[in-house]
């Protein structure tokens, strides 16, 4: 198939995302191509800032724009009471999960508000999958 360089460096780079294999990378490309600009930049824009601006807390190493993270800082949490977590993301999860049974049980005792601990995993880089 004959694509403007552009449009085979943008399905060469989507490619590589997660989950991302030759046929949606196509379909995600001309998906942009026929894109109005602005939701475009503000697509591009976005992910820049994630890169910019989301770091690991110095504490507790969740994902945060603000170090200390928002849970570090909270005066209302137990800092001796820890929830670990295999990644980032499922710190908003547990933390759902948490709100949700000191809710339930609030009315019995004091609420003991946990912080997310990560345990980070190394960075291995899989292999390319599609
Ligand atoms: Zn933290």
Known sequence: MNRPDPLTR????????????????????????????????????????????????SVCSNITDVDPCFFCTNGGRDPRVICVVEEPENVAASSARMAGATRASSASSKSRRTSPRLRRRGTSKAGTTS
Request: glycine share 4%; aromatic share 4%; hydrophobic share 40%.
């Open 10 to 57: 943008l399905v060469e780079q989507l490619q590589r995302l997660p989950g991302i294999g030759a046929k949606s990378a196509q379909r995600l490309a001309y998906h942009v191509l026929k894109t109005p600009r602005e939701e475009i930049d503000r697509l591009a824009d976005a992910m820049r800032e994630v890169k910019d601006r989301v770091t690991y807390c």
